[in-house]
């Protein structure tokens, strides 16, 4: 198996290419991980860095997942008690969704995280980063709400935790990007290795094509969905007949959820296509069909991948 | 002895004076602190509240010296070993002051603000504070440095102080007055009460009368000066013949530091005249000398002071 091939497939940016080659060469013991804020129940948006997860661990990695708690917590996701509930099910839902418990570490971020040495960590990393620095890199992760002090420790957190759970490939999706970014430059300040990041596509918001789908806002595809909610958000989902949606009256940028969906989840265990050349195919078969039939297909493909995972079998064997 | 008037004597705000005078109604195991960072040798801008902790002794407060070096550390002020043996030089030197050895506490701020319990309530705390708000309490306190995220962790990490050592009054200059506020505003959110708070005059920069006497800019009267260095450095001190020096032709507000020398720290244990009218009775003492012959008897005054400070003697009996 092409490793290198493996870590980088789905993955929109490598951070660095070298780097990854490197891990490549000698991929057994090397440890990877994604934080998630236990913010809810396994959705559409998890799943891609969640996939790359078992990707990893089918060609050597040791794969961490971090429940991070005090982050959900730092980003006004309730009390301690509510997302440590959560992150317990969530737990369960990864297992559920395919990672091999046998090789997966979970970590409550409370475990670590409020220890003497993070936490002084946590102040050398604060006196080496600049409050806007720190401010913008959370810009796509807390949303448009008010600045909180919160929202600046957050990122100086995610760059300790690389760093404290001993890992050598951060994996997130591009909405982590500025984050990683900022951890790599200030990590070496404190005398630790700049971390080698993987960052991982979003699905377009389902009813609009603007911004990243999300469970706290707008409509996702979650675990515990049946069969018919999920025909049915997809029946109901933003879906132009061309794979460049034009943006948006007011400017934004949009996506295509469904051609999204199709790209990054139906397809890497459908089809032997090379990423590059899915999009565009998908799109000519879309753009040739009416509405009413494409989307049923649509919903047809999609309830079919979350019945029957193909891919999930052939990469846990 | 009426204690209102002594808690009260020398500050320019009490936060209430209601709560302040139920604190002197049973003053006996009252607990008054003020936080220090230990950026150096004790100075004239740290004795008013070294003064008010005598003061507050005198009248049966216990008193708590915070020796801030968790704080020193996120305002940059050296790496934490530098920090913590400048600490250890001013604890000895705020008991030459005349702070009563047996019943002053100091603690160590890394003693406890690395603790789970604090760092959890800090992360609530953040939660709770707006980045602007948090970054404006400390315009006076960090100067005009690039902001950083450090910045805005170090007055949330005071206001928790005043909890985590169970203090019924915080002391500070009004340079402290914005984060004390930001601690009376968020402390209740958490379920802590509102803290009491007194606020002590500054002395001027001592060579301008701009901006506050400071050890990390501009000159000071340290506790290590000779007799001959202040001698230099009141002889060569901004002293304007006016009790309002105008502002700067860049329109910076000016104090006059020579008259707040005497009128905080000289006249306090040498004359029985009122707060109020010590500041006219000097300005016109000072007006009507010539500027050689008024600089000679500032100089002699401030030597007298620094050689035989009688209200010590007076508040220790």
């Known amino acids: 198996m092409d490793v290198a091939a493996a870590i980088l497939n789905n993955v929109t940016e490598a951070v660095t290419p070298e780097e990854v080659d490197a891990l490549a ?27 790359k997860l078992i990707e990893l661990q089918s060609v050597g990695f040791e794969v961490l997942v ?41 970590v409550l971020g409370s475990s670590f995280q409020l220890e003497r040495g993070y936490t002084m960590d946590l102040h050398r990393l604060a006196v080496e980063t600049s409050l806007p620095r720190a401010h913008r890199s ?54 630790y290795d700049a971390p080698t990041c993987l960052h991982t596509p979003l699905i377009s918001d389902l009813s609009t094509g603007v911004g990243k789908v999300s469970s706290s806002t707008g409509v996702t595809l979650s675990m515990d969905d049946s069969t018919d909610a999920i025909a049915e958000k ?18 934004e940028a949009r996506g295509h959820p469904i051609l999204e969906l199709f790209e990054y989840h139906v397809f890497p265990g459908w089809m032997p296509w090379r990423s590059t050349d899915r999009r565009s195919t998908v799109a000519r078969c879309a753009s040739r069909r009416t509405t009413r039939s494409r989307r049923r297909w649509t919903m047809g493909a999609c309830t079919l ?11 846990m064997r």
């Not at 991929?27 to 969640?50: C, D, I, N, W």
């Not at 997809?234 to 400017?251: V, W």
């Not at 979350?306 to 990469?315: A, D, F």
């Open 25 to 51: 060469a000698a991929p057994e013991g090397s440890r990877a991980y994604v934080g998630y804020e236990p913010s809810g129940v396994l959705h559409a948006g998890h799943m891609l860095t969640a996939t």
């Open 66 to 106: 971090l429940l991070a708690d005090v982050h959900a917590f730092l980003n006004n996701k309730g009390t301690m008690e509510e997302i440590q509930s959560t992150a317990q099910q969530m737990q369960s839902q990864f297992l559920a969704y395919g990672l091999d418990s046998s090789a997966t570490e979970f």
């Open 138 to 191: 959370m810009a796509e992760i807390a949303g448009e709400t008010d600045a909180t002090v919160s929202q600046a420790i957050y990122p100086l957190m995610q760059a300790l935790d690389i760093v404290h759970l001993d890992i050598d490939l951060a994996i997130g999706g591009t909405e982590q990007r500025k984050v990683h970014m900022l951890a790599r430059d200030v990590l070496p300040r404190l005398g």
């Open 234 to 251: 997809i029946t109901a989902a933003y879906c132009p007949p061309t794979a460049a949606p034009p943006p948006t009256e007011a400017g």
């Open 305 to 315: 991948q979350m019945r029957r995972p193909r891919w999930r079998r052939t990469w």
